[in-house]
């Protein structure tokens, strides 16, 4: 997940950037400096990718494109 899918996540979402942190279990400047292009862990890219997924986003590779869309609903 790169920085612009975060925040295309949480726009489809409705969700703040203080939700997010709050779901993740992360602070809000953790949030803030990955969606800021800033160098952030990993591990901390994957807890808030999980989290967003949680909420019924799914992040795609499609042939190059990265793509950030809601879950169907079952």
Known sequence: MIPAQSRAARELLG???EHLADMADLS???IQEFE???SVDECLVATIE???EAAG????DDNGELCVCLKKRQ
């Open 15 to 17: 969700l703040t950037q």
């Open 57 to 60: 986003v799914e992040f795609r």
């Open 28 to 30: 809000l400047s953790t």
């Open 50 to 52: 999980v989290a967003l």
């Open 36 to 38: 800021n292009g800033r």
